[in-house]
């Protein structure tokens, strides 16, 4: 078995890496079976691809190993306050960060949101301007060098990491899968869901065409989703994030690999999914974002223009110079 979820050049950072995370979750008593790789981080790679069979034997291991992959975390902190009920009031504060690899490139600038419970919004501006950045700080796979971000007003340094992760439902724009099969990539976020919960949501099939695989929901992804399509793959994001039912949601170009036809049939499943929860949407498409309750422009770090798309072509800034020229308004 070869040891591919594991990034070539990266092999020896996760171990090193993984011992100090796989021993918070260990602790948490929340991956109990992930503990003997504390004891083998150190040792020779046979013994991880022993232990790496062993892993992949849970779906939620494989799924855990394939997130962090994914999101080498720079912060990993076990324990913390988990909330009771979440609204998804959502505030950044003055904040200030640049990559810890990157310290002389600043992305965030003195930057500040306010988001109400429910309130969908989307974020639009150049590209490479800080837009994921926003999401990543939120999900704290990152701590800002300055500024504060809370949730219902308690910051998220004070919240359990591992809760804060499982009620944000994040679609990307390349989402992370585990080798198994759609069905348990789908109810990775509620491993006791049945297929009928996962084939339907309020009545509504879920956006996965399933005739159009081998063996249904049963068929295998591949290492990482890798015998699916971009746009399968995402599919299967949406559908564990509809499934999940999170308080908030992450949208960052969710709908970016799918075809336009079955853009609109996915767009509107998640447009169901937004209702009454908080949404950030990141977006390069400006038709996707236009029915967002407020939209904010990034640039030079900051939000620079921050309002409905009404109000922002009214204003007639940069916001409604990018929207003439795209939707020839
Ligand atoms: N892990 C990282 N380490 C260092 N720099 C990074 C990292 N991730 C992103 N960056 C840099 O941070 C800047 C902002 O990236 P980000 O992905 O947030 O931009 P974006 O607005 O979402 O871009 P796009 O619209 O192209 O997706 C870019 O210059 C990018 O190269």
Redesign the pocket.
Known sequence: MRLTWLRPGFRLIVGIKLGGWVHGRAQAGQLTNVVHLTHTVGGSLSGLTTLHKSLLSGACAAARIAELEDNPRLVEQPGGTILSELKGAIKFTNINFC????PE?Q?LRNFNLELQPGEVFALV??????????G?LLQRLYDPQTGDITIDEVGLVDLDQQWLRRHIGVVS?EPTLFSGSILNNIRYARPQASQEAVETRRSKPMPIPSSKFPDGYHTLVGERGAQLSGGQRQRIAIARALLAEPKVLLL??ATSALDAESELLVQEALERAMQGRTTIV?A?RLSTVCKADRIGL?QDGELKEIGTHRALMAKGGDYAKLAKAQLGE
């Open positions: 990559y810890p690899t990157r490139t992305i501006g150049e590209s490479g301007g800080g837009k994921s950045t926003i990543q724009q960052d170009e990141i390069h990034l």
